[in-house]
């Protein structure tokens, strides 16, 4: 069966917040729809902060009487640009994506805006393809207030163990930015450095056991996110070290901020995922009429200053984790502290 007529058969229509709906139509049919058609695709849907993402931007676009059909590249970028082709022969009337290689979708990204297809780069930036629009967190931030929050708990002169994302994801380029303009001002120790390649979780669990089995002491570990920091508290945890070394993530996934109710992970980043995918939405649907969303920030990815919608994130620790998560109704306050009698 060829490419083309693969995705047609796998197109995913409109993924309502009450689950995931997929229409299965004969190749010869084609999406219809008597208002705008966004084709979305994603990196992944793996992790818990993506499937938010996608139910949060369906829903707003619904409701502004539009349609999304959603494609998952499962970290394949040439998946991924087989997918976005596919949007432009439909004849999308735009295109947003979480790219899972900054620097292989530029291409496919100047082909759609040659068929007159806004495109918006959602929450990772694509190099040297000048998309429309960037909607994304400020990145270097994150960084920083995860490096920041290491300082603080980690003992001074302690070494710490960093375990980055993805090297081809560019949010992962500007954390790291942040990070070390903390760490380098600081009397803490990077004593090993490594990447989650494809954001694979399991590179914590194994950086954490291969530097405890060589004898390696630290007491703190940078994860660059919380799915990361699942696997270096599982390692922790075969060696009886969980919740004796500082662990940082990003995502306020569900599992982390129980960890950190519960002691074994010390904090995360909180990126709102609602206001992200929103804003999002309403900007697509905003340059397809033709009105370029307002922002006063623009963003270089190598070759072109982008349009660039920055929001703010949030360090969370057990200290303003109602205050902040269950303040936002990001996650409910009995799940978070299903483990422990709740305060």
Known sequence: MGIRKTLLLGITCMIMLTGCHTA?????????????????????????????????FVSRFKELGGEVYVQNANGDPDRQIEQINYFIDEKMDAIVIICADNGRLTNSVKQAKAAGIPVIAYDRLILNADVDLFVSFNNEKVGALMAASLVEHVPEYGKILVVFGSPVDGNVNEAEKGFWKVIDKSTLQVMDKQYAIMWKEET??????????KGNTFDGIYCG????????????????KAGDVWVVGQDAELIACQRIVEGTQGMTVYKSIVQEAKIAAEAAYALIQGEPPETTKTIFDGTYKVPYIELDPVAVTRENMDAVIVGDNYHLKEEIYMNLEQP
């Open 24 to 56: 299965e139509a004969p190749a010869e049919t084609h999406p219809t729809s008597s208002g705008p058609r966004i084709g979305l695709s994603f990196d992944s849907l793996v992790i818990e902060r993506w499937q938010r993402d996608r139910d949060t």
């Open 204 to 213: 914590g669990f194994q950086a954490v056991s291969d530097n405890l089995q």
């Open 225 to 240: 996110n919380d799915a990361i920091a699942s696997q270096a508290v599982k390692a922790l945890s075969e060696h009886r």
